[in-house]
């Protein structure tokens, strides 16, 4: 069974995410985990971790900027990563739909996705509006979904 949970310092899984994050395969997993050490979300910024049998899975953000010199979009939910082993169960829509949940309750109406993947985020509703240059000089697609 998949878990989604929000962490912060009281989590019990603070730590593990930490991490994970700094382990994973992908190199903005390392940027999560400095996130994380060095207390850099404010207000309602948050991290969720994808747990399955007491094991972090996944993970993603929820942030009022991102990877963008022009970031005039908010909130993002961004650096969505599962583990190679449980792709293709549907992880990303469940961690994308806690993460909406979140947002609803902070009253957004709506969330932005970005990404160089196309074909992908459309299947949970999203959009894509704009395309943006990220600090890397990479061209990433900007998806959003009313909620």
């Known amino acids: 069974m ?5 962490i912060d310092e009281k989590s019990i899984f ?3 995410l930490i991490n994970y994050a700094r382990t994973c395969s992908w190199e903005a997993g ?20 994808a747990i399955v049998d007491n094991r972090i899975v996944g993970f993603c953000t929820f942030m009022k900027t991102d990877y963008y010199p022009n970031n005039k979009y908010f909130p993002w939910i ?3 990563f599962v583990d190679e082993e449980y792709r293709g169960k549907r ?9 909406i949940k979140y947002a609803k309750s902070l009253h957004f109406s709506h969330v932005y996705i970005p990404s160089d993947m196309v074909g992908f985020y459309e299947k949970y509703g999203f ?9 890397g000089g990479d061209i990433d697609a900007i998806f ?4």
Do not use: C, P, R
């Open 30 to 49: 390392a940027h999560l985990a400095d996130l994380l050490e060095n207390s850099t979300f404010v207000d309602w910024e948050s991290a969720f971790a």
């Open 91 to 99: 992880i990303s829509g469940h961690m994308i739909e806690a993460v």
């Open 144 to 147: 959003v979904k009313a909620i």
């Open 14 to 16: 603070f730590n593990d």
């Open 127 to 135: 959009e894509k509006i704009d395309e943006l240059e990220n600090y």
């Open 2 to 6: 998949i878990k989604i949970e929000k």
């Open 78 to 80: 961004s650096t969505i």
